[in-house]
């Protein structure tokens, strides 16, 4: 559909190159990096930074292994819970590709990596450069860079923006230095410290606090595993009254799962690595579809906004119900989706049944989950075709909403496509009184 660059920044936005909190966060960095503090702990062997405005970050430091060089900084008991998501993955190799996507997006914290000049984006590498070149600071070794991330749960890895972000990962950054120098300098094992392995991130682990002069050494109990919780939404009461007015009819399987293609602009465009770099990170939108069991045909799909919410999906739903009728059955196969569904089908008296599989939702995420692995051009080339297909069918055309069918002419005039493609489609709109 053509490079789009809705919520795209056309001059990429620097951050703060040249100001003080950047300077400081690079020194920290390459701090870090001469101390190898990596080769001291492993990744199971965490602490925790209370940071001057009262802030817990948990840290997490890889390296020992020799495959990647970093240091991670969950932020607050979510952070820390989201670092549990990522050791929890025993059945990872189970899964789709959604979900080992959604797995590895689920972290919440800010890192420092250490990788080469061309892995890093347009505005790391201006700034930098701009450091170096102001310090004098040669960059040596196959991983000299550092690689400063805000990682947000279903976001792209992404630049540093907020102010708060930077100050946390400075204090971390200072903090993990305090410990590689009391390893080096006390020449001890880390357990004598108390760093100890803790694979299930359970009990204590030591705490180090920021004072004016230093730190000090504490001991902090990690908090507990929480419940999992998944978004229910409701109808508002004049849409359950008027959807309960719709006539009953088959049954549906419903689904939400992560699209593994990111966008950006509110979800108006797809991001492809290589892409002008928007100022805010992609998102990876949630799908939520309907799938009528009987014919197995797609009945709709809606995709979440940035900010994530599910509740922005009923509209979806509403739209959707009222287009095709309340089926008297809806089947789902995960707790996620069972949540989504369990409000507002309990206003409608559409019964919900959980089946451990349901054939037609997965061949249709199957589907979906192999398109969205495409290029640009291959998806583009596959929709024109699929759409090309179905009018040859008299009734699709008409039977489309006012928004698809403005949809295809956008297409129509974006892209190449065949004279008769565009002349149906044009006339269709022409005929509503829509152009």
């Known amino acids: 559909m053509g490079k789009k660059t809705l919520g795209i920044e056309k001059n990429n936005k620097r951050i703060d190159d040249g100001t003080q909190l950047m300077d ?15 080769k001291e702990l492993w990744d199971d062997q965490i602490f925790a930074v209370r940071c001057r405005d009262g802030t817990t970050l948990y840290a997490c430091v890889m390296g020992k292994n020799g495959e990647y060089t970093a240091i991670a900084f969950y932020i607050g008991a979510e952070g820390l819970d989201t670092m549990r998501n990522m050791r929890d993955s025993a059945a990872f190799l189970f899964l789709d590709a959604s979900e080992r996507l959604e797995i590895m997006l689920c972290q919440d914290c800010l890192s420092c990596s250490f990788d080469s000049m061309d892995a890093l984006r347009p505005t790391e590498k201006a700034q930098l450069r701009n450091y170096c070149k102001r ?17 947000l749960p279903n976001h792209v890895p992404w630049n540093i923006r907020e102010e708060q972000d930077k100050q946390h990962l400075l204090e971390g950054l200072r903090a993990a230095c305090t410990v590689a120098k009391a390893l080096q300098e006390r020449g001890v094992e880390a357990e004598t410290l108390g760093f100890f392995g803790n694979p299930e991130l359970e009990g204590s682990c030591p705490l180090l606090v920021a004072e004016d002069e230093g730190w000090s ?15 229910s939404p409701t109808l508002t009461e004049l849409e359950a009254k008027r959807l309960k007015q719709r006539k009953s009819r088959g049954s549906w399987a419903m689904g939400v799962f992560l699209m593994p293609r990111p966008v950006v602009g509110g ?9 002008e770099e928007p100022y805010n990170a992609p998102f990876y939108p949630f799908m939520l579809c309907a799938i009528d069991i009987t014919s197995g045909m797609s009945v709709f799909h809606e995709l979440t906004s940035e900010e994530g919410s599910f509740r922005g999906l009923m509209q979806g739903v509403v739209k959707a119900i009222g287009k095709h009728g309340c089926p008297a059955t809806i089947q789902v196969q995960d707790e996620r989706t069972e949540a989504f569904c369990k409000a507002w089908t309990g206003q409608l ?47 699709y055309l008409p039977g489309l909403e006012d928004e698809d069918l403005m949809m295809l002419c956008m297409l129509a005039e974006q892209v190449s496509v065949p004279e008769q493609f565009k002349s149906k489609v044009m006339k269709e709109a022409r ?5």
């Open 24 to 38: 400081e966060l690079f020194d920290a960095a390459f701090e870090y990096k001469e101390l190898k503090l990596w």
């Open 349 to 395: 008296g559409i019964r919900l049944q959980f089946q451990d599989e349901i054939p037609a939702l997965e061949d249709f995420k199957e589907k979906v989950l192999l398109f969205a692995e495409k290029d640009e051009g291959e998806a583009e080339a596959e929709i024109l075709q699929e759409i090309s297909e179905a009018m040859d069918d008299p009734e």
């Open 217 to 231: 050494w504490q001991k902090t109990e990690l908090p507990e595993e929480p419940e999992s919780f998944y978004e």
């Open 267 to 275: 979800g108006e465009a797809a991001y492809e690595p290589g892409d």
């Open 135 to 151: 310090k004098g600071r040669k960059l040596r070794g196959a991983n000299a860079c550092p690689h400063l991330e805000r990682y």
């Open 431 to 435: 005929r509503r009184g829509l152009i």
